[in-house]
């Protein structure tokens, strides 16, 4: 029995340390300067414009992080049209969406 809650106790802490690597490390995140209970969209428009200052073409924002770091989820911003344009039509990952081409021509322009 003292090996199984060893066993279940050293799966959840790997468990919970695959969670919290740095999954993108090229990414940069811009964290909000409250806590995630207080964040709002104040702190929001403040890390976008920050995003912009810096001049990046994408970042990451936290908008969620709960159940002890278990359930997290990040806002990610792509300010290069030529970027987003690049990942949304081309990738073979999301799937090359050819509904999306008139979007980014409309974007591009008015951009």
């Known amino acids: 029995m003292l090996y199984e809650v060893g066993a279940l106790c050293a799966s959840l802490a790997l468990f919970r340390w695959w969670l919290n690597?740095?999954?993108?490390?090229?990414?940069?995140?811009?964290?909000?300067?409250?806590?995630?209970?207080?964040?709002?969209?104040?702190?929001?428009?403040k890390g976008y414009l920050e995003g912009h200052r810096r001049n990046l073409p994408m970042y990451s924002y936290?908008?969620?992080d709960t159940f002890c770091g278990l359930l997290k989820l990040n806002l990610h911003v792509i300010n290069d049209p030529i970027k987003s344009k690049e990942i949304f039509s081309k990738s073979e990952a999301v799937g090359g969406h050819m509904e999306m081409y008139p979007w980014w021509y409309l974007m591009q322009e008015y951009r």
């Open 21 to 45: 690597r740095e999954k993108h490390p090229n990414l940069p995140h811009i964290l909000p300067g409250v806590p995630l209970k207080d964040d709002g969209p104040f702190w929001i428009v």
């Open 62 to 64: 936290p908008l969620l």
